[in-house]
């Protein structure tokens, strides 16, 4: 049973930094991408950012590029997500997600975790 558990949320003023991490278990994850997503009050879920678990290959939406960074650690089966220079915008509930690099979706989702961003 695949499991994603998001930790390192909370209360963060503008222009602060926070580590969100995403444990995952319950399979191996080569041939995935594993993908973080943020959903803010009133709006839609919105892609953020991903990375390839076999290859590292990282991609991000403009609004974070040069300010959050993916990484993840093979033997702790962990995913990161290092933002830097947070603005009020990104306040969301932030959530990890995983699909097949190859015609996948997004099917793996974990139970998300909140990030505020004070001005």
């Known amino acids: 049973q695949v499991q994603l558990v998001e930790s390192g949320g909370g209360l963060v003023q503008t222009g602060g930094s926070l580590r969100l991490s995403c444990a995952a278990s319950g399979r191996t994850f080569s041939g995935y991408l594993m993908g973080w997503f943020r959903q803010a009050p009133g709006k839609e879920r919105e892609f953020v950012t991903s990375?390839?678990?076999?290859?590292?290959?990282?991609y991000y939406v403009p609004s974070v590029k040069d300010r959050f960074t993916i990484s993840k650690d093979n033997a702790k089966n962990t995913v990161y997500l290092q933002m830097n220079s947070l603005k009020p915008e990104d306040t969301a509930v932030y959530y990890c997600?995983?699909?097949?690099?190859?015609?996948?979706?997004?099917?793996?989702w974990g139970q998300g975790t909140q990030v505020t961003v004070s001005s």
């Open positions: 997600a995983a699909r097949r690099v190859i015609n996948g979706e997004y099917g793996y």
């Open positions: 990375i390839n678990w076999s290859g590292g290959q990282t």
